[in-house]
């Protein structure tokens, strides 16, 4: 079975400042990993995804993630946040292969810019 | 461009009462659908998926059911309502040969 661990509930950064938001899972065959933002009261949006190739993976709104196979790792990042970036984020796990793609997440990160 | 639909955006249901929530997705065929619930804190549970027509898997045993009664029609429904079924409630949607999920916007269900 799969899971997905996001280390932090919350992450205070200020405005301009880089931000990590720490992602691992666990599973024992191949995987597909994404990244989800979700602003209050909304729907989840996709942020990137990792499904094959590069490691380095980048998304809308500047963010980037690096898939470490060997540290079973999918980090989420991004050099200079904004205002906006206030949100709360999803790291998400689904697994290969055919059929219904039944995603797992983690419990969240809520990312505050502070100004 | 596909687009999915999800209503109510909010509703508030005293316990013992029905549910009923709809999601319907447009611009595609065959879709996989999905429902999930978010608790606060505790991230997004899955509780339904279905591949086909009146085909419906569920994840996990609750006081909740779903149907399918159409290709790009999702249902959520409840007979009674428990206080411990609020919680927001995501519909989802993945091509048949595809996993990127697409997410509706949501159902705020608080039950009193």
């Known amino acids: 079975a799969q899971s997905v661990t996001q280390l932090d509930s919350q992450v205070p950064v200020f405005e301009e400042a880089p931000v990590e938001l720490r992602c691992n899972y666990s599973?024992?065959?191949?995987?597909?990993l994404f990244w989800y933002v979700q602003y209050p009261n909304q729907g989840l949006q996709l942020l990137l995804k990792?499904?094959?190739?590069?490691?380095l993976v980048k998304g809308i709104n500047g963010f980037e993630a690096e898939f470490n196979k060997s540290q079973t790792s999918f980090h989420l990042r991004k050099p200079s946040v904004h205002i906006s970036d206030t949100a709360e984020y999803f790291c998400a796990v689904t697994e290969g292969g055919a059929g219904s793609y039944q995603l797992t997440f983690g419990k969240g990160t809520k990312l505050s810019v502070i100004p | 461009s596909q687009t999915i639909h999800q209503w109510p955006a909010t509703l508030v249901q005293p316990v013992g009462s029905p549910l009923s929530l709809e999601c319907t997705v447009e611009?595609?065929?065959?879709?996989?659908l999905y429902w999930y619930r978010q608790a606060a804190g505790r991230g997004l549970q899955l509780l339904f998926y279905?591949?086909?027509?009146?085909?419906i898997s569920s994840e996990v045993p609750q006081n909740l059911s779903a149907s399918r009664p159409q290709d790009r029609q999702f249902i959520l429904s409840s007979k009674k309502l428990l206080l411990s079924d609020s919680g927001f409630y995501l519909c989802?949607?993945?091509?048949?040969?595809?996993?990127?999920?697409?997410f509706g916007q949501g159902t705020r269900l608080t039950v009193v």
């Open positions: 599973s024992s065959v191949s995987v597909y």
């Open positions: 611009g595609t065929s065959n879709p996989n």
């Open positions: 279905s591949v086909g027509i009146g085909q």
């Open positions: 989802a949607w993945t091509p048949l040969d595809g996993v990127e999920a697409f």
């Open positions: 990792y499904l094959s190739g590069s490691t």
